[in-house]
């Protein structure tokens, strides 16, 4: 049973660019949330989702960001116009239809020039 | 907000000594789970342990051991006789009863020859 996938790991963009991370949860798993891991800090909640709903985008910026988890295919985590400030390790987990244990991906480190 | 606190900031230790580091968490929840993970300088996280809230026993691991006492709200992780490749970053974080997991700001330990 393959882990939570994330691709890609590394990304580079120039400010005002758009930047696409996706997140391929673990299998059986209905349950997708995104965190985010400035530098020098902890991970922070940014969003969760079951397919096809957003169930809570509390941690996400109002402007630029967004989140889908579609009925087929990977979570997308999209965010426009990226600012520098976006630099930072974008790391997805998914979980159970129980809830329960998140598992995380490996992260992807998006970097803003 | 309910935080961690992870006061250590960096530990620096020489190879075979013990290691402890601390987290102390806030919560308004009766049913919590609490989690240690490493994070390495490849920069994936990986899964400790999870403890529940109703089970205050310790835990030994390995070389690792896990001292959970409510009275003090507190889940400090022991590294005994601690190696080079001990050398990460450690979060410790908390899950409610909701799905969000809160994140200390890690303790980057540095494990010397």
């Known amino acids: 049973n393959a882990g939570v996938m994330q691709n890609p790991r590394h990304l580079v963009r120039r400010r005002g660019q758009e930047a696409r991370l996706r997140c391929s949860p673990m299998?059986?798993?209905?349950?997708v949330y995104w965190y985010r891991q400035l530098p020098e800090e902890g991970l922070k909640f940014m969003v969760y989702?079951?397919?096809?709903?957003?169930?809570?985008e509390s941690g996400m910026p109002k402007e630029r960001f967004s989140a889908e988890f579609p009925k087929e295919g990977p979570s997308i985590l999209r965010i426009q116009q990226v600012v520098r400030g976006d630099s930072a390790a974008y790391f997805c987990a998914s979980s159970p239809p129980e809830l329960g244990e998140q598992f995380f991906g490996p992260g992807t480190r998006l970097t803003v020039l | 907000a309910q935080k961690v606190t992870q006061a250590q900031t960096e530990i620096s230790v020489v190879e075979k000594e013990d290691v402890t580091l601390d987290c102390v968490y806030e919560t308004r929840d009766t049913t919590y789970y609490l989690f240690w993970y490493k994070q390495p300088p490849s920069g994936e996280l990986v899964f400790l342990i999870r403890?529940?809230?109703?089970?205050?026993q310790n835990e030994i691991s390995g070389r690792y051991s896990w001292n959970f006492q409510k009275s003090t709200s507190s889940f400090n992780f022991t590294i005994t006789a601690s190696q080079v490749v001990d050398s990460a970053v450690y979060f410790c974080?908390?899950?409610?009863?909701?799905?969000?997991?809160?994140f200390g700001k890690g303790t980057l330990l540095t494990v010397n020859p």
């Open positions: 299998k059986g798993h209905s349950h």
């Open positions: 403890r529940n809230s109703f089970d205050e």
């Open positions: 989702l079951q397919k096809e709903n957003i169930i809570d």
């Open positions: 974080a908390r899950g409610g009863s909701n799905y969000k997991l809160t």
